[in-house]
């Protein structure tokens, strides 16, 4: 093979590698994947910087950003009610994100009233009925998880229907409260008080104020009031 033919061959070769060099880096270029997000729950805004915003299904918790190139990306998810959370994913392959919020208790402000049947209690009546009524009116979009966490100590059998509750909100109204106890039969003046908490805040509570007179004829009076809160409700 002559010189020029060797040159010819030789850039020809050159080409075909510099061709195949091309054609790789184009390859690895075009690999493109898929980042799904898993919420918890369902419905919420998961935002992606330089790709977009979608909501997750309301029924799985479910969304998918495709033909993503590979390097980080910072996501935030975040939904009325809950605490949002932000994180940055490598992308490498096809992925999934799996996020749980956790409810926002901040914005939440509880209150409570209570009620006894007003009138006199006959002698022959030991089971007192009663309610207490919990109300979150805090911000819109706020959840209350509350508990009544003491009673009076006099009578017995104390029974609450129900003695706690999760995620109250202020669009649901009062939640109402069956109170039943056995009430004491000796003659005399009996005092106690209900406390309902909000359990994320210890600064935020109802004091219930309790009384309940027995008379020597076996005959009963009750009073009740609101210690502290807006609202004030008495029996005599």
Known sequence: MNKRKKI????????FILNSIII?????ASELYDLTFETTPGGCTVHVNGVGTKISSPIDGSCTFHNLEEGNYHYTV?????Q???????????????VIL?????????????????GPVP????????????????SSDSKLDWA?????????????????????TPEYGGLLVSIAYRRPTLPGRYSGRFVVQ?????????????????????????????????????IT
């Open 8 to 15: 010819v061959v030789f850039f020809y070769m050159i080409l």
């Open 24 to 28: 790789v880096n184009q390859s690895i």
């Open 78 to 82: 975040s939904k009325s009610g809950y």
């Open 84 to 98: 949002p959370q932000s994180d940055i994913i490598q992308l490498t392959s096809d992925s999934k994100v799996i």
């Open 102 to 118: 956790n409810p926002d208790y901040s914005g939440a402000d509880l209150d409570a009233t209570i009620f006894f049947t007003p």
């Open 123 to 138: 002698p022959n009546q030991l089971v007192v009925v009663g309610s207490i009524t919990v109300y979150n009116v805090g």
């Open 148 to 168: 009544i966490t003491e009673w009076p100590d006099f009578g017995s059998n104390w029974v609450f229907d129900p003695l706690e509750g999760t995620d109250l």
């Open 198 to 234: 909000n359990i994320h805040d210890p600064s935020d509570y109802e004091i219930l104020r309790y009384t309940l007179w027995v008379g020597i004829d076996g005959i009963s009076y009750q009073d009740c009031k609101v210690q502290q809160g807006s609202k004030l409700f008495m």
